[in-house]
């Protein structure tokens, strides 16, 4: 029996999708009312960390502790990783010790690489081209406020980074249209653009992206590790920030939503963050239970 991964959205059918979306809100309830239900007794998650991390590294050691299993945190200076020890290798002796690995890196070929040689599902909780866990929250998110996203039109305002490359993959497997918004040159990887070609609308105004959308959301202008490239993507992105009045050209119910952390005053505007249509606290809080769904779904299913 091959080891099932979550490296991408694509490694689910779109049933598994919707059935992992329906229990995360499940398991929402039942934390909600008290339950204590722990799948997970004696199973043991390593979470490798390359980069830094708020919502990934609290929603998943505690949903790990209220599943009754245990995360384990190893940072690149806590692991021959760091030190240059073969991706494969340490795939083959950390994946002996434990259940599940948790990975959030920049480069996606990482966790491929480390994926084709653990014994144990691997978890992508970020790379440079992906975000999938993410994704998971955010269309739970969107299920529970709205219900089935499926028909319906997302707008994603920014930088075609590794969020709006996952919802290019949400949008094919449950059925949206996506339109993208991003400054000339800050576009998607050409080949997504071609294979989601009759998914997608790409355009550089944000207003005619957000027209009619039932969800916009966007993300920081530069990303980990293109720090150096702040004061430069703020001249690029100008005109690009979610704002209340960008948002009244959307659906009449349409929600925002943003993955955090964000930089209030470039991305996205005070007032939108505390606008009755944000539901940016709802989306990171339900990063635990999607993850405790996943989980669940890697390991006991």
Known sequence: MNTKHFLTLKDLTSDELKQLLSRATELKEMRNRGEVYEPLANK???????????????????????????????????????????VEDSARVISSMVDVVMIRTYSHEIVETFAQHSRVPVINALTDDYHPCQLLADMQTFVEHRGDIKGKTAAWIGDGNNMCQSYMNAAAILDFHLNIACPKGFEPKAELLE???????????????????????????ASMGQEDEQETRLKRFEGFQVTPELMDLADKDALFMHCLPAHRGEEVSEEMMEDPRSVVFDEAENRLHAQKALLEFLLVN
């Open 44 to 86: 043991v998650m390593a979470m490798i960390f390359e980069k830094s991390s708020t919502r990934t590294r609290v929603s998943f050691e505690a949903g790990m502790a209220q599943l009754g299993g245990h995360a384990m945190f190893l940072s690149s200076r806590d692991t021959q990783l760091g030190r240059g020890e073969p």
């Open 195 to 221: 294979e989601y070609k009759d998914r997608i609308t790409l355009t550089h105004s944000p207003k005619e992206a957000v027209k009619g959308a039932h969800l916009v959301t966007t993300d920081v202008w």
